[in-house]
């Protein structure tokens, strides 16, 4: 397995599923930028902390499944599928008791030190907040469970 490959597995594995508040640091370049497709930009590593921590804090059982990766240095690009269900109060919001399924790409761009220097999420985070405001009814399915209808 590549060095990239390692160090996107790591971020999934380490920074979410972990929960491991050093390893952002630690693969991170002390400069780097995060990009969400909200454009919102994370300048630091304790921004992106912090909306880590309120992500967490909304769905305590949050796990985040590496599906492929694809490189091309210094770049790696993950996609990845996210599970959980809302029931704690991040961003402010009171428990749904709602599951969230969604999935994403993120593309990471890695540095000579082999630290993580730049990354861009691309995922449905409006969804996300529309479940945690409850404005999802319960049983409809999630965007990935559903077939879609032939017209």
């Given at each position: 397995m590549s060095q990239l490959t390692k160090l996107a597995r790591a971020w999934f594995e380490e920074v979410?599923?972990?929960?491991?508040d050093?390893?952002?640091?630690?693969?991170?370049?002390?400069?780097?930028?995060?990009y969400a497709e909200s454009d919102i930009r994370y300048?630091?590593?304790?921004?992106?902390?912090?909306?880590?921590?309120?992500?967490?804090?909304a769905m305590p059982d949050l796990?985040?499944?590496?599906?492929?990766?694809?490189?091309?240095?210094?770049?790696?690009?993950?996609?990845?599928?996210?599970?959980?269900t809302h029931t704690g109060r991040g961003f402010g919001f009171?428990?749904?008791?709602s599951r969230v399924t969604l999935r994403g790409m993120t593309w990471l761009r890695v540095n000579q030190e082999n630290k993580l220097a730049e990354g861009w999420d691309c995922w449905n985070q409006g969804r996300m907040?529309?479940?945690?405001?409850?404005?999802?009814?319960?049983?409809?399915?999630?965007?990935?469970?559903?077939?879609?209808?032939?017209?």
């Open positions: 979410w599923n972990q929960r491991n050093d390893a952002i640091f630690e693969l991170s370049a002390e400069d780097a930028v995060g300048f630091s590593m304790h921004a992106f902390k912090e909306f880590r921590d309120n992500v967490l804090a796990k985040i499944d590496v599906e492929d990766i694809i490189e091309q240095s210094p770049d790696v690009v993950v996609r990845w599928f996210l599970t959980g009171e428990p749904t008791h907040m529309q479940i945690f405001i409850g404005g999802v009814p319960d049983g409809e399915p999630a965007e990935d469970e559903g077939e879609s209808e032939s017209t």
